[in-house]
């Protein structure tokens, strides 16, 4: 056997788990507790969610980031309903027709140059729209970071929060590498995503140096409408949920998400960097 050990960069899920969330695990592996979140755990682990997005925030834990993005939209959607979002996205390329087959609504995917939505790209979308014969955009889907390594600033997602708004659409963040993203920006995530007037984050947990596990972010608490129901028929309740909350609890207190994100981001600099020097 070969004395080097073989790395890949084929994506962030062929990592292992960071010491701090592993510690977390096993300490929570101790004695009974009860299930499906009624635990001391999950009530901690979303208590520090409300110090990241505000006492108004309500969080709901999942399994994946799939299942995050299909329930967090589903949730919010009619099956006359569609969500626009870039060609590039996860959701439209990466979940197998997740969302339409659970909401009966559909993706209106736009082709962008850097995996980055535009205000001027959604318009002829919003304009052209005759009702009652065409599927009603109710959803503006992004993802920070995107697909392609790119992010947008707090003000370019504060823009799209506000043409949703306006007609009457709410905007989604993937985030499934949101870390990354507000760490990139030199922010915090209230400035990036609540102040924004962002609706819904579906934050991940597993591309930070969790074993498994994302979060249901939902900035106005009107919006959680039916979510537990949809968790559970989504088969995304952990029924021992504290083996989720304690990761998250590990994650968010002293800063470990950031330290995380920053060694990442550093890496891909670092990485990019090596390969451009060569001819």
Known sequence: MSKFRRKSFASD???????????AMVEANVDYAPAYG??????????????????????????????A????????????NAIICSAEAHVNVDECGGFENTSGAKLIDIPTENG?????????????????????PNVISITQATEVGTVYTNEEIKILADFAHKHGMLLHIDGARIANAVVSQNTDFKT????T????????????????????????????????????????LHSKMRFISAQFIALLQNDVWKKNALHANKMAQYLAERLNSFP
Request: charged share 20%; hydrophobic share 40%.
């Open 116 to 136: 980055k939505l535009t205000v001027d790209m959604i318009q002829p979308f919003v304009d052209s729209l005759r009702h009652p014969h065409q599927s009603v």
């Open 38 to 67: 009624d635990d001391k755990y999950t009530e901690l682990a979303q208590l520090e969610f409300k110090k990241l997005f505000g006492n108004q925030s309500e969080t709901y834990f999942v399994y994946n980031g799939t299942g």
């Open 13 to 23: 899920n062929w990592a292992g788990v960071c010491p701090e969330v592993m510690a």
């Open 197 to 236: 007037g962002a609706d819904i984050l579906s934050f991940g947990g597993t591309k930070n140096g969790m074993m498994f596990g994302e979060a249901v972010v939902f900035l106005k608490p009107e919006l959680v409408n039916h979510f537990e129901l949809y968790r559970k028929q989504g088969m995304q």
């Open 69 to 80: 993005n299909i329930l967090a939209l589903s949730n919010v959607s009619h099956s006359f």
């Open 192 to 195: 990036m995503i609540t102040d």
